[in-house]
């Protein structure tokens, strides 16, 4: 049910841009996700920091947008999300726990070697997003930015999930008695 709930924003921006445009998009983009966090906090009573950190950038670079009548701020949100997101990983690495290893290492048992390896490919992973976002926002058109931003990045991180869940399988302890 939450990741329906963290979609939604995302939706409705597009609907949105659809059927208006950019700056009517980003407006509702404001006041969905904040509505998301309200709603996230009375069905959870608990708002994750990546969740609010992404709402301030919708609502300071959403409101530039609207602001200053130019989708060049909205476009960089997606960069600085991914990069926060690059930035958070490595530094809890380094501090000595991986925000890899704490979201999953309740569930998954693995080797260090292996959580080290699953969050240095996130980084390069977020890393890549990013600048391939600011690449495709100053490159190409705004339709088409808006399309990759709904569909190819949402569509690349599933993908790389994917990938990330297949490394981890190698891992997991096998069980080979039968029962």
């Not at 996230?40 to 950190?53: A, C, P």
């Not at 997101?85 to 530094?91: N, Q, S």
Request: with cysteine.
């Amino acid at each position: 049910m939450k990741q329906l709930i963290d979609f939604i924003p995302l939706v409705i921006f597009f609907a949105l841009y659809k059927t208006h445009d950019i700056y009517m998009a980003t407006g509702a983009l404001i006041v969905a996700t904040l509505i998301q966090l309200l709603v996230t906090w009375i069905m959870y009573k608990k708002i994750e920091k990546m969740q609010l950190i992404t709402a301030c950038l919708v609502i300071s670079f959403g409101g530039m947008t609207l602001f200053f009548q130019d989708d060049n701020f909205i476009k960089w949100k997606v960069t600085i999300v991914y990069a926060i997101f690059a930035i958070g990983l490595m530094v809890t690495h380094y501090l000595g726990k991986p925000l890899i290893k704490g979201m999953l290492g309740k569930e998954i048992s693995l080797p260090d070697g292996v959580w080290t390896n699953i969050n240095h490919a996130w980084v390069i992973f977020f890393t890549l997003l990013a600048g391939v976002n600011i690449y495709v926002a100053y490159r190409m058109p705004l339709d088409f930015w808006v399309n990759f931003k709904v569909f190819g990045l949402l569509t690349l991180t599933l993908v790389y999930t994917v990938i990330t869940g297949l490394y981890i399988y190698k891992y997991l302890p096998k069980n080979n008695d039968i029962e």
